[in-house]
């Protein structure tokens, strides 16, 4: 705790010499046929004031935070004023109507990035973190209250977790950091530990990943965007929590000059995670006189993890040159991130607890991001590059068993390892490449094409000096024992994407249209060859095409319907094919998962000139899904990856967001999914599971929440915001059942209900912000992952501090 | 203002309070009934998995016929009996807890685990059960030892200590399942942690009297090639002459030796070496490659049943043709690959076994199946014996009558492929 302490003081330090409490202002005027007006007069409550340039743009700066009335005017046109809340740089777009100067104020709302990426043409829920980043959550914590979304965690911060998107999970949803698949950082920045201060957003595609985004997602994909600012600003926060739980983050940005600027991006995570699990199986020894044992027995007992600490830390440095005569924007970054996890438990929780098994990984990552637009913006180019360099532990060896009270059982191991059948203490070294280039040409106001390249390629070595090995001329005088994790393994995947996007009758009508070829090459060893006289390399590749197509129509200025359908396909990992070396065992044979998505929503939104705000998202989806890869036990020891049965899911899901007064946000999200076998791949089987539900999957999920605002609380214009947050998950079963009511109730997971609440007292003079929350205040059983219990009512205190 | 603001938002949030509340209040549980003081001693439990590797359940209290759905049975993540005693089911945990339980079917006709035998070791799976005062397990975590319990009370009654027993290469042993003749106790081994098949059968024999090691039953190969053992359910395996039948299925990598019927005389503690039935090679001396055979059973008229391999399946000589037509060349992969193909491929047929004569019969009117196809071990009822057929166009049980040689379909299963049927009222 003291060190701690002594952490946040130290970067706390420099604040006073890199503070300043100022914003921006920023935007472009346009009239409504589109033109840019230059030279308009921009108004910014009396005290600031701006004209625009030759583009129609304009900038004031050195706001300080506070709601202004942003009043604009040309000759010719309507004069225009709305109202802006300025707590961070701002950018307003404005469209003076033509007309008499004198007619009544019109409401202009700027749209976040966020709102952008909500009226796409394919469908995004694009989740703005910012609203959250005063209280202790985690992107896991933010990605509950979305439609669609389902996260399943086996323990308390840094614990595995897997997301289930429309029905699809695993690999089938990909996980990006920054556009690039987050598998590239090697296990060392997972969404299991990122805290929202560090994020700008978080974007959730369903079913249709855009060419300049997407791999070879299945079923849409999850991008963590994180805060990029063109403006100076430093914000940091320190929260602590229950079960010895400590957050912190900082993130700033400095502009040298118009041209250079340089940002940080940083955290550090630890907690215990010794929350306490109630009425679990506990295995007692009984033993003779002599001290050995006569018989095992069972108990129930509450018992409180022992050993699940979790520590990670993250910085980000990158420098940005932007508007140069040789590229509008090029940032080059630097990222380290590091994480270590005890691991408390197996799949699911049984007498025995793990003791000793532990993971770390470490990754390095250089990136370089480039754009630049030709011929008058016609032309936009844009490249990411990435290198990484990881590596990454698995320690799983010991001569002892442990129970859930904490101790050592006079029985020894005899296997050897607690999670994995054999014992390993692997040390793995990858390194990772990645380039995405992609060009968008606008061949008239109304149409453009996007063309996206993405190469990717990782190596993977290591040793493992008590995992299995392969024998060369088994036998003979030239025998020869390999440790397998010793010869490099190696995947090449390509993604080429190309995107025609068309605007028709006045814009109403929009459309996307895109074709995606998939290119996958990966090499390594077959560890299980027997008889080998050299290297038993095995080489798998595959080569695929996907397309697609999405509609939006704009019915009216509020209200905008739209569909997409996309055939996607997502190719088997590394260890899905070729297995870990270890418990995994190697399927060459394995093909991808393919599937059909087609999406239809509507959506309306409007905001009144009383300041209140209505949004609804009404959306469908439909997948059917072929060749779907899932684990099946091979052996009592092993386990390998197979296609299995074909699924269909169908799903209905709705979002809304009001504000009815200006200090009060009402919001919610509903999904309802239904996720069926529809084809055994067995060709044995029956087909006695055809209609049946895929299992381990709620169907019917939904939250609430409500924010209130309370301005001039104590002192003028410091503000107390409370929060409450409902989520519930029904009912489901982890087997397959025909009708939960008839279930095994012994294997159904009750609903869950779990409520958290936070207030925040913002003292906006001394930039502070601090913020208490109350997780699962029910103190409710929660259960994720296969009847893995969740903490109870827990608590976290933060502190935010921004210039 | 604050005041006004709150009065607004009040009922909005009470509204939201009360659909919270209501909610709370249903937990959605179903409630569990209570055992009563007896359970079902007759009747019969279909056991089938489905396409998520879980099991439905479901008690008859008469034989089925007809087609049955069992869809709607009790579901498991698991429900594979190694034993039944005394009307109840002896097996690993249905939820996976290391461990084991024993499971009744109750007068409501719903299953009831009514204790349990817990283990260290997750991937401990075998247990079997003598009588109704003897029955043995392994933990795995302590694997020379084989623990002896009370199937009636569930206590531990003494264990044998095999620490003595042979094992090649000596590493530690499992066992894929136990064998009873009186107070011997024979199980056959492969390796503990890696799962290793040795390239002879290894029976190590303990006895369950003086709960000490006796010695070890082997069926030598030839040195170099696995042979692989075999755990289906119950006993069954000693002849009206005490004679003592130990199958295992062979060697599947190229090494020529073939799956065998071995006979440990009665009395005697070793395999008779001029005993040589290996009935796939009876059933067609041609079969080369695979001629193995599974779910093998003594009937009550001494004459036995096993599925017999009656050639090798088309894709299966494919794979070995192109390693060279050497079985010795496959791979584990490809070796797996034929075992998916055997699972399917319908070139095997139940057969009757004669023990004597060392001659194996196809029984007519039931349809061909993969060696290693689904469905468990056959049952007995009265004097027929059920044989289950899983195959791409039935999932179905056969009734056999060994007396007049007929056979013909008992009834059809829906809702599950079919893993096994046990007969309540029969002791393993």
Request: net charge negative.
């Amino acid at each position: 705790m003291r060190k701690y302490l002594l952490f946040l003081c130290i970067a706390l330090l420099p604040l006073s010499m890199f503070a300043q409490n100022t914003f921006t202002v920023s935007g472009t005027v346009k009239s409504d046929n589109g033109e840019v007006i230059p030279f308009a007069n921009v108004i910014l409550s009396k005290s600031k004031y701006g004209v625009t340039n030759d583009k129609g743009q304009f900038k004031i700066e050195n706001v300080s935070s506070g709601t202004y009335k942003l009043t604009v005017s040309f000759v010719g046109y309507q004069t225009l004023s709305q109202s802006v809340n300025v707590n961070k740089n701002v950018t307003v777009n404005l469209v003076l109507k033509e007309g008499a100067e004198n007619l009544n104020d019109v409401t202009v709302v700027a749209k976040t990035e966020t709102r952008k990426q909500a009226e796409k043409v394919v469908t995004i829920s694009s989740l703005d973190v910012k609203q959250f980043k005063n209280q202790t959550l985690g992107v896991e914590d933010v990605l509950k209250q979305s439609t669609g979304v389902v996260v399943r965690q086996s323990g308390g911060l840094g614990s595995t977790l897997n997301i289930n998107l429309n029905g699809l999970t695993g690999q089938a949803v990909r996980t990006y950091y920054d556009g690039m698949p987050i598998e590239l950082y090697g296990g060392a920045l997972q969404l299991n530990f990122i805290p929202v201060d560090i994020l700008e957003r978080v974007d959730v595609y369903k079913g249709i990943m855009p060419v300049d985004i997407g791999t070879d997602a299945l079923g849409g994909g999850l991008n963590m965007v994180p805060i990029t600012r063109s403006t100076d600003y430093l914000r940091t926060s320190y929260s602590v929590g229950s079960f010895n739980t400590h957050r912190f983050t900082i993130g700033g940005n400095y502009n040298f000059n118009d041209h250079i600027s340089a940002s940080i991006l940083s955290f550090v995570n630890y907690t215990d995670n010794d929350y306490e699990m109630k009425n679990i199986p506990n295995i007692v020894e009984n033993l003779r006189p002599d001290g050995t044992v006569a018989s095992i027995t069972e108990e129930r007992i509450d018992a409180r993890r022992f050993h699940d600490r979790f520590r990670s830390k993250f910085v980000q440095g990158s420098v940005r040159f932007q508007d140069l005569s040789w590229a509008d924007n090029l940032e080059i970054s630097a990222l380290y991130s590091q994480r270590d996890n005890q691991v408390q438990q197996g799949t699911f929780i049984t007498g025995l607890a793990v003791g000793e098994a532990e993971t770390e990984a470490t990754v390095t990552v250089q990136r370089l991001n480039y754009e630049k637009s030709f011929f008058s913006k016609k032309l936009k180019l844009k490249y990411s590059g990435l290198l990484s360099q990881s590596t990454d532990k698995t320690r799983d060896s010991t001569t002892a068993f442990y129970n859930w009270r904490g101790d050592k059982l006079v029985t020894p191991n005899s296997v050897g390892a607690e999670i994995f059948g054999l014992p390993t203490a692997r040390d793995g070294d990858n390194s990772g490449m990645a380039h995405r280039v992609s060009l968008q040409y606008d061949i008239t106001d109304n149409i453009n094409i996007v063309v996206s390249e993405f190469n990717y390629n990782v190596e993977i070595e290591g040793e493992d000096p008590i995992g299995v090995r392969v024998t060369l001329n088994e036998g003979t005088p030239e025998e020869q024992i390999l440790d397998p994790n010793t010869i490099p393994s190696k995947l090449r995947s390509n993604v080429f994407g190309a995107e025609l996007n068309s605007t028709f009758l006045q814009d109403k009508l929009s459309t996307v249209l895109f074709y995606k070829n998939y290119n996958y090459n990966a090499r390594s060893v077959d560890f299980r060859r027997q008889g080998a006289t050299e290297i038993p390399f095995r080489t798998v590749k595959d080569n695929n095409n996907g397309y697609g197509l999405g509609v939006k129509y704009q019915i009216t200025p509020e209200m905008f319907i739209r569909t997409s359908y996309e055939r996607t396909l997502r190719f088997p990992t590394e260890n899905e094919v070729f297995g870990d070396f270890a418990a995994i065992v190697p399927n060459f044979d394995l093909k991808p998962e393919q599937s059909n998505n087609f999406n239809l929503g509507v959506r309306y939104e409007k905001s009144m000139n009383d300041n209140s705000f209505i949004s609804v998202d009404l959306s469908g989806f439909l997948r059917d899904q072929e060749d779907l890869i899932r684990v099946i036990p091979f052996g009592p020891e092993n386990s390998q990856f197979i296609n299995e049965a074909a699924v269909e899911s169908v799903g209905f899901e709705f979002s809304g967001k009001y504000r009815p007064i200006e200090n009060l946000t009402l919001n919610g999200s509903f999904t309802y999914q239904q996720i069926e076998i529809s084809e055994s791949s067995d060709l044995s089987s029956s087909g006695g599971s055809i209609g049946a539900d895929v299992p381990n999957i709620p169907k019917l999920f939904f939250n609430l929440g409500a924010n209130y605002t309370f301005n001039n609380i104590f002192r003028t214009d410091n503000s107390l915001e409370v929060s409450w947050t409902y989520l519930f998950v029904d009912r489901f079963s982890i087997n397959e059942v025909i009708d939960l009511d008839t279930a095994n109730p012994a294997f159904v997971i009750p609903r869950q209900h779990l409520n958290n609440a936070n207030i925040s007292y913002a003292l906006p003079t001394q930039n502070l912000v601090f913020s208490l929350g109350i997780q699962n205040i029910f103190n409710q059983e929660i259960f994720d992952n296969f009847r893995i219990p969740r903490p109870g009512i827990n608590y976290n205190f933060k502190i935010n501090y921004s210039l | 203002m604050i005041f006004n603001s709150i009065k607004k938002i009040s009922s909005v949030i009470a509204s939201m309070a009360i659909c919270v509340l209501w909610i709370a209040c249903d937990d959605g549980l179903n409630e569990t009934g209570i055992l009563g003081d007896s359970i079902k001693t007759s009747g019969f439990v279909v056991i089938g998995t489905t396409a998520s590797n879980s099991a439905l359940v479901k008690y008859y209290e008469e034989l089925p016929s007809g087609t049955i759905d069992i869809s709607n049975g009790t579901d498991f993540p698991r429900f594979f009996p190694n034993s039944i005693m005394d009307h109840a089911m002896f097996l690993s945990r249905p939820d996976e807890s290391p461990g084991f339980s024993k499971y009744v079917v109750g007068e409501d006709e719903n299953f009831y685990e009514v204790g349990t035998l817990p283990t260290l070791n997750q991937g401990s799976f075998r247990i079997d059960v003598r009588d109704s005062n003897v029955g043995v397990f392994q933990d795995r975590a302590t694997s020379d030892n084989i623990t002896i319990f009370d199937p009636t009370t569930l206590q531990i009654t003494g264990s044998i200590d095999m620490t003595d027993a042979f094992v090649p290469d000596d590493i530690g042993q499992r066992y894929q399942r136990f064998i009873f003749r009186g107070d011997d106790v024979f199980a056959p081994i492969r390796g503990n942690v890696n799962g290793e098949a040795f390239a002879s059968v290894i029976f190590h024999q303990g006895n369950l009297a003086s709960q000490e090691f006796v010695g070890e039953v082997i069926r030598n190969g030839n040195g170099f090639s696995d042979i692989n053992t075999v755990n289906d359910f119950g006993q069954n395996f000693i002849d009206p002459s005490g004679d003592l039948y130990l199958a295992d299925a062979g060697n599947y990598n190229g090494g020529q030796v073939w799956a065998r019927v071995n006979r440990v005389p009665a009395g005697s503690n070793q395999i008779d070496p001029n005993y040589i039935f290996e009935p796939a090679r009876v059933l067609n001396p041609a079969n080369i490659f695979l001629p193995t055979f599974s779910q093998f059973k003594i009937m009550p008229n001494g004459k036995a049943i096993a599925k017999v391999n009656a050639q090798t399946p088309q894709a299966a000589i494919e794979i070995v043709l192109s390693v060279g037509g050497n079985l010795a060349n496959l791979s584990p992969t490809q070796i797996q690959q034929i075992f998916g193909i055997l699972f399917t491929a319908e070139t095997a047929f139940w057969c009757e076994l004669d023990l004597q004569s060392l001659s194996v019969t196809p029984i007519m009117g039931i349809p061909p199946v993969g060696v290693f196809s689904g469905g468990g071990n056959a049952f007995f009822h009265g004097n027929d014996v059920f044989i289950p057929v899983a195959t791409q166009t039935e999932n179905a049980f056969y009734k056999y009558n060994p007396l007049t040689g007929v056979a013909e379909k008992a009834f059809d299963v829906e809702g599950a492929d079919i893993s096994l049927v046990l007969n309540l009222a029969n002791n393993n």
